[in-house]
């Protein structure tokens, strides 16, 4: 049975169906036409046996609805654990590539550390325009600029990293935003702050760690960067769609001067590849 054929009781039954209908159609939002279809029509003959089952015992139109509203409210986590599995069993291996690279500590390990170094820059921007400390207002200014730099990498960074399409672009910001601040950021925040410089200067390693850190945070992120990379089959189907957009614009363009193809588009090279499978 379809779902548009259910029955529609009126009343106190008909609003308990529409809202299991409107939870069905929430939930198979997204899948393959005829997977969700043939999940409405499960849910439709379903509802109708209850409404049949209901008449035959004299079960009254609110009986009947609070008994399809109990039923649904039972079902939603099943509901959604069938949607995972539907979901799962019909992604495509792109999405399943994506799914697998965004797993384990590496990614949330990449998310903290570029969340550090926000918080960080942050902290060494405000420290360092507010410092009335001693040193070359030209340096200070120097290590300002070098902080807001950090400030703006990590945040356009983290910015990126949060979609699949462009974090690892966002992995190779989050380099420059690392060099910006361990390089030239602390050694402001050492003359703007009474106990930054105590520190540094009590380390007798620090400019070595600072090298370390720079080299050590570049390589993760750069690894992040080739770990979250599209692969070559994705890039060249991003290519073959823009290459076919192309081709269809300038059919468009060509049909509204009233021109030939060919005065728009090239003969030989991937546009005519396009207009030849096209069979323009």
Not at 87 to 100: G, K, P
Not at 203 to 226: E, P, Q
Not at 243 to 258: E, K, Y
């Amino acid at each position: 049975m379809s779902a548009s054929l259910a029955p529609a009781p009126h009343g106190a039954a008909g609003s308990g169906v529409g809202a299991v209908l409107r939870w069905c159609a929430w939930y198979t939002r997204g899948l393959p036409e005829q997977v969700a279809a043939e999940r409405r029509d499960e849910i439709a003959s379903d509802l109708h046996e209850h409404a049949v089952w209901a008449a035959e015992q004299g079960i009254s139109a609110s009986a009947l609805a609070r008994g399809i509203r109990l039923r649904a409210l039972g079902g939603v986590t099943a509901d959604l654990l069938w949607r995972h599995s539907q979901l799962r069993q019909h992604e495509s291996a792109e999405a399943i590539a994506l799914r697998r690279n965004s797993r384990g500590g590496l990614p949330v390990l990449a998310y903290t550390l570029s969340l550090l170094v926000l918080v960080a820059s942050g902290i060494v921007v405000i420290r360092v325009l507010s410092s009335v400390g001693p040193g070359d207002a030209a340096f200070h200014a120097q290590g300002a600029a070098s902080a807001v730099l950090a400030l703006a990498a990590s945040a356009c960074a983290l910015a990126m990293m949060a979609r699949r399409q462009t974090r690892w672009v966002g992995a190779l910001w989050m380099i420059v935003a690392v060099y910006c601040l361990v390089r030239y950021g602390t050694k402001a925040l050492v003359y703007a702050s009474a106990t930054s410089g105590q520190l540094a200067y009590s380390a007798a390693a620090w400019d070595a760690f600072g090298k370390l850190l720079i080299v050590g945070l570049a390589l993760f992120f750069t690894g992040m960067a080739v770990r979250w990379a599209p692969s070559r089959r994705a890039i060249g189907r991003g290519v073959q769609a823009a290459t076919a957009q192309v081709g269809v614009r300038a059919a468009r363009v060509a049909d509204s001067l009233n021109v030939g193809p060919s005065a728009v588009a090239p003969s030989s090279g991937p546009l005519a590849t396009v207009r030849r499978a096209a069979g323009e």
